[in-house]
């Protein structure tokens, strides 16, 4: 999946939470910890569009060349996919953090169980936890295959 890539960019630098013992699943140390993940890749991304926007400013040319133009363009069609991938996930990332502040974070979408604090950690936007997702992945095979 292509966000994938972004997402480990994003934790490259965050500091794995570390659970004290006895401590209830995401409690308010916990959803602190994922908001401020989540803020701080939002803020990566936003960062990134606004390098685009300026990148292709500062760029846009009109060479007389065709094959220098088509270069070009095709440059700046691949970063604008790039850029809308990035826009999906700012949106998923903004749900995320309204499901933190309706207490729905965490808990798996389909069963409803803990999705764990780890795979959050390495997807901060998951909404299965690993049994469902495998079995979405299968079924998405089958019905794709």
């Known amino acids: 999946m ?3 890539k972004q997402e480990m960019q994003a934790n490259q630098s965050f500091t794995p939470y570390q659970q004290a013992e006895g401590e209830e699943y995401m409690s308010d140390e916990q959803l602190a910890h994922f ?3 989540l803020l701080d890749w939002k803020q990566e991304l936003m960062e990134e569009v606004d390098r685009t926007v300026q990148h292709l400013k500062e ?3 009109n060479f007389a060349d065709p094959a220098d133009r088509a270069t070009q363009e095709e440059e700046f069609s691949l970063e604008l996919r790039t ?3 990035e826009r999906k996930l700012i ?3 903004n749900d995320t953090l309204e ?3 309706q207490g729905d974070y965490g808990y798996c979408d389909a069963c409803g169980i803990e999705i764990g604090i780890r795979r959050l ?3 901060p936007t998951a909404t299965l936890c690993v049994d469902c997702k495998s079995l979405a992945e299968i079924k998405e095979k089958q019905i794709g295959g």
């Open 2 to 4: 292509p966000e994938s």
């Open 35 to 37: 908001r401020q993940l």
């Open 59 to 61: 760029e846009a040319s």
């Open 83 to 85: 850029r809308d991938r």
């Open 91 to 93: 949106k998923k990332i």
């Open 99 to 101: 499901k933190i502040e």
């Open 121 to 123: 950690e390495a997807r």
